[in-house]
Structures are given as structure tokens and as C-alpha cells.
């Protein structure tokens, strides 16, 4: 099993820029892919990207893409969010989650049910 603590989250201005991260605690996190997601006041918890175990590839949401940017330290167990042009409609709870299988074309693992274990949450307001 292995726990996951998210940080870094804040108050920011639009087009303002924030890096979150995902610490593991437990087990090493090179065996999981980990995933980030969010979940605004109101709506459902709704994916942001993924980075694999091992490769380093990356999948974005759509409404993401360009502007934000997940990497990994695996000597460090962590994994990292970069959010840059920051908009308000990125106001939400972000989550990083662990996922122990690997994506395919027809499975890129992106909805929530794919992930075994969660973080708290770290809130990120963006500012109009």
C-alpha cells in the first residue's frame, strides 16, 4: 500500500503559475503510474494528466494540454504538477492518485475508478 501527500496548492492571479507535488510514503512509487486530477465546488472530479512508471510519458486533459507539466523523481518518490497560465476555471481540489497498471491505447486509464489509492487534496484558487 502506499500513501500519497499532495502540496503546494494556493491563492494565485490568472495567467499566475503554481507547482504541485505528490509525495509517496510506503512503498516506492516506481511501481505505480500516478494520475492528477481535480474536482471543482459543485462538479465531478474530473482528470488532469498522467505520467507513467518508468518512460516518463505524459497524457493531458484537453483543457490542459500546453499549459501544464507532470514529471517524476522516482529517487525522490514524487511526482510533480507544473501549472502554468493559470485560468479561474482551474479553481478546484487537486488529487494525485496511484495506479498500478499500465495504460494502452485502449486503456489510458484515465477515470478515477482506475486509480487504487489517493491523496487528501490540495486546494488551488485562481483569481479573476
Known amino acids: 500500500q502506499v500513501q500519497l501527500v499532495e502540496s503546494g496548492g494556493g491563492l494565485v492571479q490568472a495567467g499566475g503559475s503554481l507547482s504541485l507535488s505528490c509525495a509517496a510514503f510506503?512503498?516506492?512509487?516506481?511501481?505505480?503510474?500516478v494520475g492528477w486530477f481535480r474536482q471543482a465546488a459543485g462538479k465531478e472530479r474530473e482528470f488532469v494528466g498522467r505520467?507513467?512508471?518508468?518512460?516518463?510519458?505524459?497524457a493531458y486533459a484537453d483543457s490542459v494540454k500546453g499549459r501544464f507539466t507532470l514529471s517524476r523523481d522516482n529517487a525522490k518518490n514524487m511526482v510533480y504538477l507544473q501549472m502554468n497560465s493559470l485560468k479561474p476555471e482551474d479553481t478546484a481540489v487537486y488529487y494525485c492518485a496511484a495506479d498500478g497498471r499500465s495504460a494502452t491505447l485502449w486503456s489510458p486509464r484515465i477515470a478515477s475508478t482506475d486509480y487504487d489509492y489517493w491523496g487528501q487534496g490540495t486546494q488551488v484558487t485562481v483569481s479573476s
Open positions: 510506503g512503498r516506492t512509487l516506481s511501481s505505480y503510474a
Open positions: 505520467i507513467s512508471r518508468s518512460t516518463g510519458r505524459t
